[in-house]
Every structure is written in C-alpha cells, then in structure tokens.
C-alpha cells in the first residue's frame, strides 16, 4: 500500500478517510480512495510492455465521453518513477432495475450511430494486455482480418496454441468474410462489451475500460453475449433506435472468434475447443 500513498501524495490528494484495493481487471492495480471531499478510483501499473496502458485508457474515454452519457470522468493520469497511475471518478454501484437496461440499450445504439471514414482508429491501443492494431481499412472485412483475427492467429500459432490446420481453417474463412458480414458504416464501438466493463448507477449505466475503435457495432453485440448475454431488454431497446441487420443472430459467433482468440492467448487452450467449432461452424 506504500506505492499507492506515495502516489496519492505526491498528486495532491491529501486528508486522506480510505483507501482500500477493489478489482481492477487484469492490468492493473486498483483503488478505492475517500478524502475529505471527493471519492477516486485510481489505476496503479507498474512500468512494463504496457506502459502506454493507462494514457491510451484516458484517451479512449476521453473519445467515448463525446458520444456516450456515462463515463467515469478521468482527472489525471502520469508516471512517478517506477509506476504509472491513472486517477478517476469513483462511481458507486446500484442493482439494476429494468430501466437500466432499456437505457443502456438506447445509449449504446445512439453511440454505434457515431461514425467515421474508415474502420479503425488514428492511434492503437490495447484489448486486455494485448496489443491491439487499429490500421484504418475501408472494409470491414479487410478491417477484422488484418487487424483482428490475423495476428491473433499469428501469435496463438507461435505459442503452440492453434496447428497449422486451424491456420487453414482460419485463411478459408478469411475468403468468406466479405460475403458474411454486413454492409454498414464503421460505428464507435467500445471493443471490450463484458459484463465486467460497465455497472449500473443511479444516473444510468456507465461503460469504461474500452478498447475502443471504430469497427462493426455487431462486435460490441457480440461480446456482450459472449458469457451468457446481458437482459434482454437491453437488446429490444438497442433494435428499437438502431435495428440490427437482418440475420444478426448467425453471425455472432464470427465476431466473438476475436475476443476467443485473445482469451485463447491470455489464458491458455481451455479456449480452443470453442474457436474450433465456430470455424466448423462457418467453414466446411
């Protein structure tokens, strides 16, 4: 707890009442802090390949508060010696109640409506500890293959955690792509849509830790079903402001084979039998 209160000094935040550890993902150490007056959260990382972790994060919702009602405000972020910490609004949690859900649902639609010339995004960023390449393409097929499933494959390849069959497999789906997936516009999208990225409170629902860019909304919609899938009303009010495509449902699987593919390299092979009947699933 040292290097927490030497930050927490050193930045200014003084009068100190708590100052407790709370889950804060896979990257970072995490904070709960109470002064006098206000009430943080604070994001610790100690220097590493991720360095850039932290800053990228204020930047992504620093891009996402533009288009979405809810974000926890980031007030400072920087580095002191061995660390880097990112100091933000702490933001307690309500049960949720079905008017949450109808209004993430609307929200996060009103936001997929955001758009931008190309798919990608004019800085990389990070997808949990992984890098993550956001290289504009004008397709969206051209956009998830080069840029999402490719040097994932590359990479699980390398670790011994994909055959050189499942790499055919994979380059045969790649020549489907463009006939499987829709014909939309790229749409800000937060990248990393779990359970574990957003809480209910009692203004609405606010979303955080985003591997944002701008890309195929049907991916946010993906993951969100990915563990077992949010209320269902969130999704009949998204279809009401922004309906999805026709045939949506089929190509889920497809679109979570990305968010697979980093689970597969973060935590091992437990991943693989689900990548491998998705890839049987689409090619024969």
């Known amino acids: 707890m040292d290097t927490i209160h030497n930050i927490l000094k050193e ?10 550890r709370v889950s ?4 970072c150490k995490a904070y709960k802090v109470r002064s006098d007056q206000h ?3 604070v994001k610790v990382l100690e220097d590493s390949e991720t360095v850039n972790a932290l800053s990228q994060e204020k930047e992504n919702l620093d891009l996402i508060s533009q288009h979405y009602p809810y974000i926890p405000k980031p007030f400072k972020g920087g580095r002191l010696r061995d660390y880097h910490y990112l100091l933000m609004e702490y933001i307690p949690t309500i049960p949720a109640t079905p008017e949450h859900w109808e209004q993430f649902g609307t929200d996060l639609a009103e ?7 190309k798919f990608g995004l004019s800085y990389n960023n990070f997808i949990g500890t992984l890098d993550q390449s956001n290289a504009a393409h004008d ?3 051209d956009f998830f293959w080069e840029e999402r499933l490719n040097p994932l494959i590359r990479k699980s390849l390398s670790n011994q955690l994909l055959e050189t069959s499942d790499v055919e497999r994979f380059e045969k789906l790649a020549k489907k792509l463009e006939d499987i997936l829709p014909d939309e516009p790229p749409a800000l999208i937060h990248g990393d849509l779990w359970s574990g990225n957003f809480l209910h409170a009692e203004k609405g629902t606010f979303i955080f830790d985003p591997a944002c860019h ?24 998204y279809n009401q402001v922004y309906p999805l495509e026709k045939g ?10 990305y968010p697979l593919l980093v689970h597969l390299i973060l935590f091992g092979r437990s991943y693989y039998g689900q990548i491998s009947q998705i890839l049987n699933k689409f090619v024969a």
Not at 214 to 224: H, T
Not at 248 to 257: A, I, K
């Open 248 to 257: 949506w449902q089929n190509r889920m699987d497809l679109l979570n084979l």
């Open 39 to 41: 009430l943080f959260f």
């Open 214 to 237: 701008y890309g195929l909304r049907e991916a946010d919609i993906a993951m969100s079903l990915l563990f077992g899938g949010f209320d269902r009303s969130f999704y009949d009010a």
């Open 139 to 141: 397709s969206a097929h």
């Open 11 to 20: 930045i200014g935040i003084a009068n100190l009442n708590e100052v407790s």
């Open 24 to 27: 804060g993902g896979d990257i």
């Open 111 to 117: 936001m997929h409506q955001s758009s931008n010339e």
